[in-house]
């Protein structure tokens, strides 16, 4: 029998707002504890039926409901998530979580044979194929990421495998993966020298995939050129990060992000419609520091803080879709009431979003999502273990960074113990020997080695009391 998660445990296990989202926001901040957390859940509405927005895509007439399902933090047995647990996915809630999806308007699933240790094509196929095949529609992706699957063979092996996994005839919205990612060498090593780009354009002429996109991560070269030939192409939809501290500020949380401003601009004048992916930015928009949330909460007492950045992601035209990675029935309702139907930004509103926006991003952060697609790392260190805690500590403001302060000697200990609690000594930072192997793989393009040196340095003079 399946293991289902009891919501007090669930907000145990959430602790920060979002369950197996990274943690960051502003440094010297109280940030929302348990009990604020309970509150956003404790007196949920139940989303009504027959009130979702509907989006219509201009190449082939789909009514695509406004929030999208992204069926990569999948509940496991062990009442965790498949992102950051290696319990098997538990199918049974799968179903129930997609059931109620479907039951209140969600017809848009998104995978990737790279989601949930491969298992989410899979699972996801199991939950959809119990319902009619005309009543959701299906992303998944060309996830071609290790050089080994580069080739053409391999690559057309997992995009027929993906047919298999999801039990359909045809894929409705088709995606070269993470283009940007390592630049322009890698994208025309992934897409163009192997033929691939002609093969999916053939797929689409012959109707086994509807409608083809691509999502882009890091390198806006990749972006540009992709768009430069969509006269040619006719890119139906494109995946990309908007949320409203990336519409302005992406390239302050990292140096080599694009501002959503842009990238939205450059498809709405194409007439292009956008996915929109990360409208959470890995969680940390569900769980902004305390003085924050208690502003939303004075402007609309009854509003979760993630519904702020769902309302912020849906309100503009040339958007699709908005997906959202939903591993506990709480997280599907509460994104349900902010899309059935979706009350749009107001100017004044999208004001007080940025002036937040603002806020946060006067302070250095590791932009982290904890996607994991930086491992396994070839040395054991958990990467994306070690820029959560770090980061969580940090949005509690309980860095110990004053010697001379009252508190500076149990900080340092919380700080030590933690790190030791949170990851295991030998997958700590100081096993890492800056290979690099990393690097080409996270789409925020972080310099992963240099920030591993650093929390080390860091985590060192504390053990040295320096």
Known sequence: MSKHIERRDFLKIVGAGVATAAVAAVPGCKTVVDNDIEDEYENQKEPPKGKMTYRTCPTTGDKVSLLGYGMMRLPTTDGGSARGSDAPIDQEMVNRLVDYAIEHGVN??????????GESEHATGIALSRHPRDSYFIATKLSNFDEATWSRQESIAMYENSFKELQVDHIDYYLLHGCGMGGMEAYKS?????????????????????????????????????????????WDFVQIELNYLDWDYANEINERNTDARYLYAELLKRGIPAVIMEPLLGGRLASVPQYLVEKMRQRD??????????????????????????????????NLLSYCP?????????????????????????????CKYCMPCPYGVDIPAIFVHY???KNQGRLPLNAQSP????????????????VPKLRQASH??????????????????????LIEKFAENLRKNV
């Open 190 to 234: 992934r897409y163009e020298d192997n033929g691939m780009l002609d093969f999916c354009l053939e797929q689409r002429r012959l109707g086994r995939i509807r409608n083809l996109g691509f999502s882009y991560h890091g390198d806006i070269k990749v972006f540009d050129y992709l768009l430069s030939r969509h006269d040619e192409i006719h």
């Open 301 to 334: 007492p009854e509003a979760s803080t993630a519904s702020w950045a769902f309302r912020y992601a849906g309100t503009p035209e040339g958007v699709l879709t908005v997906l959202s990675g939903m591993t506990f029935m709480e997280h599907l309702k509460d």
């Open 432 to 453: 890492c020997i800056g290979c690099g192997q990393c690097k080409p793989h996270c789409p925020q393009n972080i310099n992963i080695p240099a920030e591993l040196r």
């Open 407 to 422: 508190e500076y000697a149990k900080l340092r200990r919380e700080y030590l113990v933690g790190q030791d609690r949170a």
């Open 342 to 370: 979706l009350r749009p930004v107001t100017k004044d509103e999208e004001e007080f979003l940025y002036d937040v926006a603002r806020q946060i991003v006067n302070v250095e952060l590791i932009p982290c999502n904890n």
């Open 108 to 117: 848009y699933f998104d995978t990737s044979p790279a989601y949930c240790r």
């Open 391 to 393: 980061n969580k500590v």
